[in-house]
């Protein structure tokens, strides 16, 4: 079965791609998403539209994160970038 499906990132990326139709993501969200994931390997970039009363923004999680741990947050891309760059990211043996 696990054939059928293309590796993590790939399958991330179309994943983005879902969410962004769906959700009705700004025009050029999905690239500036996938352009920081490429920029910082292990880093996952999602839009999200205000949701809980979180702000609309773009958020990142670290494969070495779960989805349940506090994601990063920039209002614009740009502002992701930065806070990825300054981020340190816990390790898995640790």
Same mark, same amino acid.
Request: hydrophobic share 35%.
């Given at each position: 079965?696990?054939?059928?499906?293309?590796?993590?990132?790939?399958?991330?990326?179309?994943?983005?791609?879902?969410?962004?139709?769906?959700? +009705?993501? &700004?025009? /050029?969200?999905?690239?500036?998403?996938?352009?920081?994931?490429?920029?910082? !390997?292990?880093? @996952?970039?999602?839009?999200?539209?205000?949701?809980? +009363?979180? &702000?609309? /923004?773009?958020?990142?999680?670290?494969?070495?994160?779960?989805?349940?741990? !506090?994601?990063? @947050?920039?209002?614009?891309?740009?502002?992701?970038?930065?806070?990825?760059?300054?981020?340190?990211?816990?390790?898995?043996?640790?």
């Amino acid at each position: 079965m696990s054939d059928l499906l293309p590796p993590g990132p790939e399958l991330f990326a179309a994943n983005q791609r879902v969410l962004a139709e769906r959700l +009705g993501w &700004p025009l /050029g969200a999905v690239e500036a998403c996938q352009s920081i994931d490429e920029e910082f !390997p292990g880093w @996952y970039t999602l839009y999200w539209p205000v949701h809980r +009363g979180k &702000p609309a /923004g773009y958020y990142a999680f670290h494969d070495n994160s779960n989805w349940m741990e !506090p994601h990063l @947050y920039g209002a614009t891309p740009d502002d992701l970038r930065e806070a990825i760059r300054t981020h340190r990211c816990p390790s898995r043996w640790t």
